[in-house]
C-alpha cells in the first residue's frame, strides 16, 4: 500500500504486517538478522518480543481459571511454597495479573532506565528459570500495599510463571507451548536460550556511539526468557495468536472478553486488561501487548470493529511506537 509506504520509517529495521479483515494490508521486512553475515530479516524470522510474554502467561493462567484450579482471589502465600520474606502473601492473582500488587519489581523501570544495568553484579547467564530471579527482588519491601494502585511490574509475572509451574507440574515454556502456542499453530513461538538458539533466531543489536557500530545484546538480557517476557516469536504467529484468543481456542468467550477489557491503569499511566495494553478509542477499547529491550522493541495491537492486526518488530530497537501511531493516524 503506496500511502503507508510514505507514511512509515524509511529508516526502520525489522518486521511490519498490517492485516484488514483477513487480507495483507501491508507487509515489509528490512535489516538483518545477522548484521555481520547479512542475513536479511524475513516474515520466518524468530524475533524476540521481551515483554510481549505477558499476554501468554495471562493466558496460561486464566485457562487455570476457567478449569477450576485457580481462583483470582487465591493469594500468593497459599499457592507457592516459599519464604516470601517482606512480600505480602495476601497478594492475589487479580492483583498479579494488573500490575496493582505492589511486590518489589527486580526491573522497577521508574528507577532504572536500561535493563542492562541488572547484570553490572549479576551476570545474567544464570537466569534460565523464573526462579533464578529471586535474588534479585526476595529480599526487598513491598513498593506500596497490595491493591493501592497501578504500577507495570515485572515481577508479579514472574510469579504467575511460577504459580503456572506449581499447579501444572511443567516449566512455564512447555506449560504455554502446550495450552497457548500449539492450538494456535504458533509452530515457531518459544523460549530459547541465547546460547542455545535453534534456526531462524535474529540477534538483537544495540547501537554502540563509542565505535559508531552495534553489538549484540546477548549480555543485556536474561539468558532466557521468563514470566516477564523474553519469547521469540514469528510475525504469522503473533496473527495465529490474536486470531485464537479471539476465536475461542484459547480460552471461552466470557473470559476473552474480561481480559481485554480496563482493570487497572489511567489515562495517563495506560489502561491495563490482563497481560494486555488498553488503548480508549472512545466508543470501544483497542487491545495491544509490547516489549522493549536492549536491541528489542515489539508491538502488536488489534482494532475490533476495523477488523485490523498489526505486527511490529525491531531487532535493533527502531520506534515501533512512533510506526504504530503513524498507522493509527493514517487507518483509524
Not at 501444572?168 to 507451548?177: I, K, P, Q, V, W
Request: aromatic share 12%; glycine share 10%.
Amino acid at each position: 500500500m503506496l500511502e503507508l509506504e510514505n507514511v512509515l520509517q524509511q529508516e526502520f529495521r525489522g518486521a511490519e504486517v498490517i492485516i484488514r479483515e483477513g487480507e495483507i494490508l501491508f507487509e515489509r521486512m528490512t535489516g538483518f538478522a545477522d548484521l555481520a553475515n547479512r542475513i536479511p530479516n524475513t516474515l520466518q524470522t524468530r524475533f524476540a518480543s521481551a515483554s510481549a510474554g505477558k499476554a501468554f502467561v495471562a493466558v496460561g493462567i486464566l485457562q487455570l481459571i476457567e478449569q477450576g484450579k485457580l481462583r483470582f482471589e487465591d493469594r500468593l502465600g497459599d499457592l507457592l511454597d516459599m519464604d516470601l520474606r517482606r512480600i505480602d502473601p495476601l497478594v492475589t492473582v487479580e492483583q498479579l495479573l494488573t500490575h496493582t500488587s505492589g511486590v518489589p519489581d527486580y526491573f522497577d523501570e521508574s528507577v532504572m532506565e536500561e535493563y542492562e544495568e541488572l547484570w553490572k553484579d549479576f551476570p545474567n547467564y544464570r537466569i534460565r528459570h523464573n526462579a533464578d530471579l529471586l535474588p534479585l527482588f526476595i529480599h526487598k519491601e513491598m513498593m506500596y500495599p497490595r491493591g493501592a494502585r497501578f504500577q507495570y511490574n515485572n515481577t508479579g509475572y514472574v510469579l504467575l510463571a511460577m504459580i503456572l509451574e506449581k499447579i501444572t507440574g511443567m516449566e512455564f515454556d512447555a506449560c504455554l507451548r502446550q495450552n497457548v502456542f500449539e492450538p494456535c499453530k504458533m509452530g515457531d513461538t518459544g523460549y530459547y536460550e541465547l546460547d542455545r538458539l535453534p534456526g531462524g533466531c535474529a540477534a538483537n543489536y544495540i547501537y554502540d556511539p563509542g565505535t559508531d557500530g552495534y553489538r549484540t545484546n546477548i549480555y543485556s538480557v536474561d539468558a532466557k526468557g521468563t514470566g516477564a517476557g523474553g519469547a521469540f516469536v514469528t510475525v504469522p504467529d503473533i496473527l495465529y495468536f490474536w486470531r485464537g484468543l479471539t476465536g475461542g481456542k484459547l480460552l471461552s468467550r466470557d473470559m476473552v472478553f474480561r481480559m481485554l477489557q480496563r482493570h487497572s491503569g489511567d489515562a495517563q499511566e495506560g489502561y491495563y486488561g490482563y497481560g494486555v495494553w488498553i488503548m480508549d478509542g472512545g466508543e470501544f477499547d483497542i487491545p495491544y501487548f509490547q516489549g522493549c529491550d536492549p536491541g528489542v522493541s515489539f508491538i502488536t495491537e488489534f482494532h475490533p470493529r476495523k477488523d485490523i492486526l498489526t505486527v511490529l518488530v525491531s531487532n535493533y530497537g527502531d520506534n515501533v511506537w512512533e510506526e504504530m501511531r503513524r498507522i493509527r493516524e493514517k487507518l483509524y
